[in-house]
């Protein structure tokens, strides 16, 4: 008589199952943390059994890590022109939607970098999302100087760290160091693409309508105009 053999699920599941567990991890992962995060726990919150989450991921482990690809590294797709024509309006998007993707997955964030010591698996998917956003703002920023925009010498790498950086750190830690950010979320974001832009000697500014309430009564800059 043939025994069938358990293994790790590579897909024939349906996917309603695996996104359902996938998405009771993650919300288990982001309130417990690894070692809170049982897998009882999960299989509990997704309405299925342990057997089935095993027979699904294989193991805790590989459940969390493909949680974590799924909420942060594969859930931002930059979204930057190849042909840059209104720089202003063009980073001013990008920087939005990465900030607010950061900002809505805060909590599996912060709780994966505060166990990274004892589970540096957890350290994969953020490391590849991190890499894939600085390159491609760095290949804009390229394109930007090479299309004349910029007036002014910069090293791409070091823009785009501060930036990406800025807008990290502001999607992450506002609430825990409320007092260290300007503005409100949204207008901070503004002023931090409008200072880069002003850096970078970009005549194109921020779109004046996006300025109301920011830290500063914003002007278009005439960098490179004259």
């Excluded at 309603?16 to 919300?27: D, G, H, N």
């Excluded at 260290?180 to 931090?192: F, G, L, N, W």
């Amino acid at each position: 008589m043939h025994m069938a053999t358990s293994v790790p699920d590579t897909g024939t599941h349906a996917p309603p199952l695996r996104e359902r567990i996938a998405e009771a991890a993650a919300k288990v992962y982001g309130e417990f943390g690894f070692r809170g995060a049982t897998t009882r726990r999960i299989a509990e919150e997704a309405g299925v059994n342990e057997v089935t989450l095993f027979r699904t991921f294989g193991s805790k482990a590989a459940l969390i890590v493909e949680v974590l690809e799924r909420q942060i590294g594969a859930g931002f797709r930059p979204e930057l022109p190849e042909t840059p024509r209104h720089p202003g309006r063009e980073l001013l998007h990008w920087a939005r939607s990465y900030h607010g993707h950061v900002r809505e997955r805060r909590g599996l964030i912060m709780q994966s970098m505060g166990e990274i010591g004892e589970h540096p698996e957890v350290l994969s998917p953020m490391c590849t999302a991190r890499e894939r956003e600085f390159v491609a703002l760095c290949a804009y920023l390229d394109r930007l100087r090479d299309a004349g925009h910029a007036t002014r010498p910069y090293d791409t790498a070091t823009v785009a760290a501060m930036l990406t950086g800025t807008l990290f750190s502001d999607a992450v830690g506002r609430e825990l160091f409320p007092g260290t950010y300007p503005a409100e979320p949204a207008q901070a974001v503004v002023a931090y693409v409008e200072l880069t832009l002003r850096a970078l000697g970009v005549a194109d500014p921020v779109p004046s309508a996006e300025h109301a309430g920011a830290p500063w009564s914003a002007t278009p800059s005439t960098s490179g105009q004259s």
